[in-house]
């Protein structure tokens, strides 16, 4: 058994090693932390390794279960995330169902309930009668990002692992051997904050982030620039509508860095920010997207210039 394969959170991999080295596995976990940071990582290969017939060993792969594993046909495991935006009743009920069924290969059954906050409040009560009384083959996973949407009935029957952010070192050390990317900008690890999945979304638009700095630092640094050469050159900005929200929140990173710089006369820095999140706001109620994106060039250009406030 071994979670060599996965970045960070040693002290978990210690726990969970040393629960199925003593026999001691629970019946229900939650896994808690921030998205990206590895969570379904571990569950799935805890659940591997729960239902693997050579758990004992190092990194077994090759016993029926695990193959069967790998190749998504364990018949054991049973892997549930949201339909749509929520984890509905049905789908609890459609567990309850197979939950009472003894397990094919294995001496356990494992279940993961991905995103588990997105379970309605209906789908929780559902899940509460299984964890008050659960057959002692089942093992249930929780991967919960927003533990503060969970039930306190569900939290109290379940074990919390809390997973820590990943080192900057160490996504760096996970771009240089899985991506080949040899550097990645500090302002873009401080956007990823932690998150080997938003890092892994972000590698391959380097450029553009790249392009993003560039629209932003000449605000900053050039006040001779006007209003109108930097709306030509944001064209990003306005062709990607799909990847804007993490555009804004690397604007954000760009904005805090330099408020930092210029401790002294930051609040500009502070308020440009807040034209950031105004635009977020905006863009959730569906305004007009090229609008939001003029909204909030001209306002942090005039904010970032105080000529141009005056003007």
């Not at 299984?130 to 996973?141: D, F, H, N, R, W």
């Not at 050390?173 to 991506?179: A, G, P, T």
């Not at 500090?186 to 560039?214: A, F, H, P, R, T």
Request: proline share 2%; glycine share 2%; with cysteine.
């Amino acid at each position: 058994m071994s979670f060599n394969n996965i970045i960070g959170n040693d002290n978990i991999k210690n726990i969970l090693s040393k629960s199925l080295e003593n026999n001691t596995i629970l019946h229900s976990y939650m896994f808690i932390g921030e998205q990206g940071i590895g969570k379904k990582i571990f569950a799935k290969e805890f659940a591997k390794m729960i239902l693997c017939e050579n758990f004992n060993k190092q990194e077994c792969n090759n016993c029926k279960s695990c193959i069967e594993f790998l190749s998504g046909n364990n018949p054991d495991f049973t892997y549930i995330e949201p339909e749509g935006k929520n984890i509905k009743i049905e789908q609890i009920r459609a567990i309850q169902t197979k939950i009472i069924e003894k397990p094919v290969n294995s001496n356990k059954k494992v279940y993961i309930i991905n995103d588990a906050q997105n379970m309605t409040e209906e789908a929780q009560n559902c899940l509460l009668k299984t964890l008050e009384e659960p057959p002692e083959y089942i093992v249930i996973i929780l991967i919960v990002s927003n533990e503060n949407k969970m039930l306190n009935t569900i939290k109290s029957r379940c074990m919390k692992i809390s997973f820590d952010k990943i080192s900057d070192k160490q996504i760096m050390k996970y771009l240089e051997n899985y991506c080949d990317i040899e550097s990645i900008n500090d302002n873009i690890l401080k956007m990823c904050d932690g998150s080997i999945g938003k890092c892994i979304i972000v590698k391959d638009k380097i450029q553009e982030y790249k392009e993003i700095e560039k629209i932003f630092s000449t605000i900053v640094e050039n006040h001779n620039c006007s209003i109108i050469n930097i709306l030509n050159n944001s064209e990003l900005l306005y062709k990607n509508k799909e990847d804007i929200n993490q555009y804004l929140d690397y604007i954000n990173v760009i904005l805090y860095e330099y408020s930092k710089q210029n401790l002294y006369n930051n609040l500009k820095y502070i308020n440009s920010i807040k034209i950031v999140e105004k635009t977020k706001q905006r863009l959730l109620s569906n305004s007009n997207y090229d609008m939001c994106i003029d909204y909030l060039l001209f306002n942090i250009w005039e904010e970032i210039n105080e000529k141009n406030s005056r003007c």
